[in-house]
């Protein structure tokens, strides 16, 4: 009977010793993230291209009929260099009717000048009037006014003549044809558009409250997008007082801080702007907890291997982040297992963790 007793009262005491002694929280798993301050605000991504700061559109300063383009485009062309021509034949008559206007006129003026001569010798010998050399001078002014105005004219047919050649006044590359060869032109009209490589910049559409609100600091980065470690800087040069109708949108020119040499006209790029900000944190949405209508983070001890709670303010919230003060750069904030924590816990951190 008392070593039934005895086994009773073991039993007894043993119990109430496992119920002092909790078995230990377990070890949770968890992923975290190292907090880094943002001290940039992405304003967007926009496509664009490179274009030439310098274009030139060139028409014919006569009127005609196209004969023949000697470039196409894309083709790279030296200063002066025949890029059309027009069909010369009318223009040539009306050289050959002025040529013919001249000799007439010049040999008229010729006699005029002999006849002046005569009239002048007679006078001075006492034997001619005075009416008769008034007549002969004036004669040869009359045709003398005719011979520069002939000459004249036969200059003015043979510049509309060279005028049917178009030729470029400074090196450059075709972008654009606006006429075909057979295409009667008028004087003036648009026929060629010529763009100068040595002088390149970015051109992107902003969409018009954007580009209404760029602040002052705004940077933009250009980079190709077939290859984007080619990129480099660029600042506003200018942009469209007013909006496209259709898109809604305004076109920016950007100078570039440096023209790397794959970025030929034409070159498919793509701009991001930011602008400096305030230093900022941005968390995931699931890294935040609300307790007692407080939230707070997570921030692991990576010494100890231990979790501890840490109040945080929520400034702004995105779709899936938000933005808080409360936590510095370099702390490990847990951005999942949240829910399941307690402080002091001990937890096993996931390798493959973001840092």
């Given amino acids: 009977m008392k070593r039934l007793s005895l086994m009773v009262l073991s039993g007894l005491m043993l119990g109430a010793c496992s119920k002092e002694?909790?078995?230990?929280?377990?070890?949770?798993?968890?992923?975290?993230?190292?907090v880094k301050a943002q001290a940039t605000e992405n304003l967007g991504r926009f496509a664009g291209n490179i274009a030439a700061r310098y274009e030139s559109t060139l028409g014919f300063r006569v009127s005609g009929r196209?004969?023949?383009?000697?470039?196409?485009?894309?083709?790279?062309?030296?200063?002066?260099?025949?890029?059309?021509?027009?069909?010369?034949?009318?223009?040539?008559?009306?050289?050959?009717?002025?040529?013919?206007?001249?000799?007439?006129?010049e040999a008229q003026y010729?006699?005029?000048?002999?006849?002046?001569?005569?009239?002048?010798?007679?006078f001075d010998r006492g034997v001619g009037a005075q009416a008769a050399l008034d007549v002969a001078v004036t004669d040869l002014k009359t045709t003398q006014s005719s011979f520069n105005q002939a000459k004249a004219s036969v200059q003015q047919a043979q510049d509309q003549l060279s005028y049917s050649e178009l030729r470029t006044d400074h090196a450059a590359v075709v972008t654009e044809w606006k006429a075909e060869a057979g295409q009667v032109v008028s004087a003036g009209q648009q026929v060629v558009t010529l763009a100068r490589p040595d002088i390149k910049e970015a051109v992107i559409d902003l969409p018009a409250p954007l580009a209404e609100q760029l602040p002052q600091d705004v940077v933009f980065k250009v980079a190709s997008q077939l290859e984007p470690d080619i990129n480099t800087t660029a600042t506003l040069r200018e942009l469209e007082p007013?909006?496209?109708?259709?898109?809604?949108?305004?076109?920016?020119?950007?100078?570039?801080?440096?023209?790397?040499?794959?970025?030929?006209?034409?070159?498919?790029?793509?701009?991001?702007?930011s602008s400096a900000i305030e230093p900022r944190i941005e968390l995931p949405a699931n890294a935040l907890q609300e307790v007692d209508g407080k939230t707070q983070?997570?921030?692991?001890?990576?010494?100890?291997?231990?979790?501890?709670?840490?109040?945080?303010?929520?400034?702004?919230?995105?779709?899936?982040?938000?933005?808080?003060?409360?936590?510095?750069?370099?702390?490990?904030?847990?951005?999942?297992?949240?829910?399941?924590?307690?402080?002091?816990?001990?937890?096993?951190?996931?390798?493959?963790s973001p840092r």
């Fill in 66 to 105: 196209i004969a023949s383009r000697s470039v196409d485009v894309g083709s790279e062309v030296e200063k002066g260099q025949l890029l059309a021509t027009l069909d010369p034949t009318d223009l040539q008559n009306q050289l050959r009717s002025s040529q013919g206007d001249l000799a007439r006129v």
């Fill in 21 to 34: 002694e909790p078995p230990p929280e377990p070890v949770r798993p968890v992923l975290y993230m190292e």
């Fill in 297 to 352: 983070v997570w921030i692991v001890d990576m010494q100890n291997q231990t979790v501890s709670p840490h109040p945080v303010n929520v400034l702004s919230r995105g779709d899936d982040t938000l933005v808080v003060s409360g936590v510095k750069g370099g702390e490990r904030v847990v951005t999942a297992g949240v829910n399941s924590l307690k402080p002091g816990q001990k937890v096993k951190v996931d390798k493959d």
């Fill in 110 to 122: 010729i006699n005029a000048q002999a006849n002046a001569r005569r009239q002048q010798e007679l």
């Fill in 242 to 273: 007013q909006a496209e109708a259709s898109t809604r949108t305004r076109r920016a020119r950007l100078t570039l801080a440096d023209t790397p040499a794959a970025f030929r006209l034409g070159t498919a790029i793509s701009v991001t702007l």
